[in-house]
């Protein structure tokens, strides 16, 4: 028992937020912390009210059953089972009915082969009710006496943990030397009991000789670092998958141990985990050569030669190992999704079609079949072609739906994730106060980028060519990593490691659908941006973030991780014109997963004819499918595209998968404008090419002409005053991922912001609900009902 006392605590706390791991993932666990010298793991109920209140219920049978055989199996791996409660929420100290609940539920633990408890009084309000404060002199009075009750109770067990309610710096008041909560604790805290601390805030960017020495002072003993270093629970956007770091070894002689409080998601703490164990046994080592001296890049460097192996193994979620044959089995109900690539048809999936005259939202099989006979009929070559030479990055080589160039690949199937890709992932989530060379770069660049787009603006002055070439070669450096990211969603979700995909990929979506946008939007600024020497364009002045810089380091003070949410997503974000509309970027990920690679980039001239193919495509779908009801090729695009196409083609962007054009967006900055342009050019040109006299014109044909006349009519000035542009949304029926489709038109309120946009409006069939319903969670509003051109029409809105 001496020798329990004197041991080094060094382990992992199971996350108290989040959705409990499975027993398979608990056994995985305590192999990997036995292999790499971890000999402590904390057990608690979930950090929830309703769990908190559970302290006072005994276990039920089976309930006990599962307890002893996570409590045997920690064990038999050679590790101590520390069980936490977290009794503050309602606990009355001064009850006696309250002590005896509580001696209860830690005795049936200790009955089931327990023997080291933590009591958990952190996150509590400091008021006491009437009759503790009668009965104790304070509130850190009132918990000691508590806790030196329940560690007598329990046989003064080798390791009993307490956590204060100020347990880092940043809590304690007035400060950590001066705090007469703490004083209390250091005092009057029976001394073999240890006291929990996270360090000078709840998560520490680095731990230091001096700050423990003064805490290990007021406590009269050392304490025991829970550490949130990896802890994710507070950021729905951030996992943290690097290295352990920012603790120099030599701090275990002021400690008692330390605890890391890993990522809710399993999956992602291999490196953490792997890279604590390395700190740890560097620690213990004797000799003092530079091979073990503990640094994070070498504990990084080996963690990923070993991670590689477990990720490209065929594991179920939850950690179910199967064979390849089996992998096609239903998944676990722990799934968040299904696994969608091994799904045999994409027309049992729901679909969601974003034009108003699209069909039904779940296409029949022959449609779909016959989309992919169509683009197999489309004789192109079935290997990517080499990147074309482009006067702009992001120009396309080929049209037609056929496999693409510009470096897009195939990715389909399942396949191994490389090692560079997992230190592309590894870089992009990295650590709470800092990102990985990967992150860093992109984010300077783009920072950069924006701060000098003014170089390849449409309207500025004469620039030289040698700060040209600089800005699109730092251009391509972002595309090219933006690419990247969107291949590493790819392998992601291609891979046979399905435990994996389910806890990674609705970071790796988040990451690649904000890439997607700022990949289009960098494509964009060349040559369509319109310079500060315009009324428009003032964006550029906005807040910046770059580098290793957080929102909440740029304000000059060290705050915690969530002052400022979203991580390298929510930096990319901010760096975009309309980056504080979140609505825009925050959403649940598909429930399928697809390995689909889309991307999305300005419209070219090459473009035309697929787009008119695509809209007649949906057009004929509506009339039933036949060819004849439209004689002239052209003219549902002309209609439909024409405009925007000719009159202001910097407002279109594209959406494309590894097949061709899948979809697009198009805007008009200013709807008085280009009403009036439209009608001294566009008009003219349509009657003739389409004129109404004569016997060749289709009578299909020439409604379409009389709507095309409709389509000019006038929107009210009340409307155009707040929202003066205006958009139009289409993709193929077939698209499953709807998220692309929200990166789209992402894209598109992009640049229409840049360039000085205040508000943009769409119109809708109000029989339309699915577009209505995506629009609306995208922050438009019902603007005009009855007063828009069409009768029928509604008009949505948003601010920019």
């Given at each position: 028992m001496e020798e329990q006392k004197k041991q080094f605590i060094c382990g992992v706390v199971e996350g108290f937020y989040g959705r409990p791991w499975t027993m398979d993932q608990r056994k995985i666990l305590f192999q990997w912390m036995q292999s790499w010298g971890l000999n402590t793991y904390l057990y608690g109920p979930k950090d929830d009210l309703k769990h908190r209140l559970l302290w006072r219920e005994v276990y039920s049978h089976e309930e006990e059953g599962q307890l002893r055989t996570l409590i045997k199996e920690a064990q038999s791996k050679g590790q101590r089972f520390v069980y936490a409660l977290s009794p503050g929420q309602d606990i009355v100290f001064s009850s006696s009915c309250d002590l005896t609940l509580l001696k209860r539920k830690l005795r049936q633990v200790s009955d089931l082969g327990c023997q080291a408890f933590a009591i958990l009084f952190d996150d509590i309000d400091h008021s006491m009710c009437q009759a503790d404060s009668e009965a104790f002199s304070s509130f850190a009075?009132?918990?000691?006496?508590?806790?030196?009750?329940?560690?007598?109770?329990?046989?003064?067990?080798?390791?009993?943990?307490?956590c204060p309610t100020e347990y880092c710096g940043s809590l304690c008041s007035p400060s950590v030397s001066k705090s007469p909560y703490l004083q209390t604790i250091g005092e009057d805290l029976l001394p073999n009991i240890t006291v929990i601390w996270t360090g000078s805030k709840?998560?520490?960017?680095?731990?230091?000789?001096?700050?423990?020495?003064?805490?290990?002072?007021?406590?009269?003993?050392?304490?025991?670092?829970?550490?949130n270093l990896h802890a994710n629970d507070y950021d729905s956007r951030r996992l943290f998958l690097g290295p352990f770091k920012g603790r120099e070894p030599q701090l275990r002689s002021h400690l008692r141990g330390l605890l890391l409080n890993p990522n809710c998601e399993f999956e992602a703490n291999y490196i953490p985990l792997h890279s604590l164990g390395s700190?740890?046994?560097?620690?213990?080592?004797?000799r003092k050569d530079e091979e073990c001296e503990y640094c994070p890049d070498r504990a990084l460097s080996a963690a990923l030669h070993d991670w590689m192996e477990e990720l490209n193994q065929p594991l179920q979620a939850g950690r179910q190992s199967t064979r390849p044959e089996q992998r096609s089995s239903a998944p676990t109900?722990?799934?968040?999704?299904?696994?969608?690539?091994?799904?045999?048809?994409?027309?049992?999936?729901?679909?969601?079609?974003?034009?108003?005259?699209?069909?039904?939202?779940?296409?029949?099989?022959?449609?779909?079949?016959?989309?992919?006979?169509?683009r197999k009929r489309s004789n192109q070559p079935s290997q990517p072609n080499p990147q074309t030479q482009g006067s702009?990055?992001?120009?396309?080589?080929?049209?037609?739906?056929?496999?693409?160039?510009?470096?897009?690949?195939?990715?389909?199937?399942?396949?191994?994730?490389?090692?560079?890709?997992?230190?592309?992932?590894v870089g992009l989530y990295y650590l709470p106060h800092e990102h990985g060379p990967s992150a860093q770069k992109l984010l300077q660049d783009l920072a950069w980028l924006k701060a000098n787009c003014y170089l390849v603006s449409a309207n500025g002055k004469k620039t030289a060519a040698q700060k040209i070439d600089e800005w699109r070669g730092r251009s391509s450096r972002v595309l090219s990593l933006c690419e990247d990211i969107a291949q590493l969603h790819c392998s992601v979700v291609g891979g046979a490691n399905r435990a994996v995909l389910y806890d990674l990929y609705p970071y790796v979506w988040d990451l690649r659908n904000t890439a997607l946008v700022a990949k289009a939007f960098i494509c964009w600024l060349d040559g369509r941006v319109l310079s500060d020497s315009s009324t428009m364009g003032t964006w550029r002045n906005c807040f910046h973030l770059c580098g290793k810089t957080t929102g909440a380091d740029l304000l000059g003070v060290e705050s915690e991780p969530w002052a400022f949410k979203g991580g390298v997503s929510g930096e990319v974000q901010m760096l975009l014109p309309i980056g504080s509309s979140?609505?825009?970027?925050?959403?649940?990920?598909?429930?399928?997963?697809?390995?689909?690679?889309?991307?999305?980039?300005?419209?070219?001239?090459?473009?035309?004819?697929?787009?008119?193919?695509?809209?007649?495509?949906?057009?004929?779908?509506?009339?039933g499918g036949q060819e004849s009801s439209v004689a002239h090729p052209d003219v549902v695009g002309d209609r439909c595209f024409g405009p925007c196409l000719a009159l202001c083609p910097e407002y279109c962007f594209i959406l494309e998968d590894e097949l061709g054009v899948c979809g697009c967006v198009l805007g008009?900055?200013?709807?008085?404008?280009?009403?009036?342009?439209?009608?001294?050019?566009?008009?003219?040109?349509?009657?003739?090419?389409?004129?109404?006299?004569?016997?060749?014109?289709h009578p299909n044909t020439q409604d379409l002409i009389k709507l095309m006349e409709e389509d000019q009519g006038e929107y009210p000035d009340s409307l155009l005053y707040h929202f003066p542009s205006q958009l139009r949304l289409d993709a193929l029926p077939e698209l499953v991922d709807v998220s692309v489709s929200r990166t789209l038109l992402t894209a598109l309120l992009t640049a229409l912001k840049a360039n000085g946009s205040q508000g943009v409006f769409c119109e809708v069939q109000p029989t339309d609900r699915q577009r209505l319903e995506f629009l609306t969670k995208l922050g438009f509003l019902e603007i005009l009902r009855g007063e828009a051109r069409s009768r029928e029409g509604v008009v949505l809105g948003r601010l920019l």
């Open positions: 009075h009132a918990q000691v006496t508590v806790t030196n009750d329940i560690y007598r109770f329990l046989g003064e067990p080798p390791v009993f943990l307490f709840v998560i520490s960017r680095k731990l230091s000789v001096d700050c423990l020495a003064e805490v290990e002072s007021v406590l009269q003993r050392p304490p025991l670092i829970w550490d700190w740890y046994r560097a620690g213990k080592e004797e109900t722990r799934c968040k999704t299904p696994d969608r690539s091994d799904c045999p048809a994409v027309a049992k999936l729901p679909v969601f079609p974003l034009n108003s005259s699209s069909p039904p939202s779940s296409p029949v099989k022959g449609e779909t079949e016959g989309r992919e006979g169509e702009r990055p992001g120009a396309p080589s080929v049209g037609g739906r056929g496999p693409k160039a510009q470096g897009w690949g195939l990715c389909g199937g399942k396949g191994l994730l490389s090692e560079s890709q997992v230190r592309l992932l979140n609505e825009l970027f925050t959403h649940p990920p598909p429930l399928f997963p697809t390995s689909r690679l889309y991307n999305v980039r300005p419209y070219h001239t090459k473009d035309k004819l697929e787009l008119y193919r695509m809209v007649r495509q949906l057009h004929l779908r509506t009339q008009i900055v200013d709807v008085r404008s280009f009403a009036k342009r439209c009608q001294a050019c566009w008009m003219p040109a349509m009657r003739d090419k389409y004129p109404l006299k004569g016997g060749n014109t």
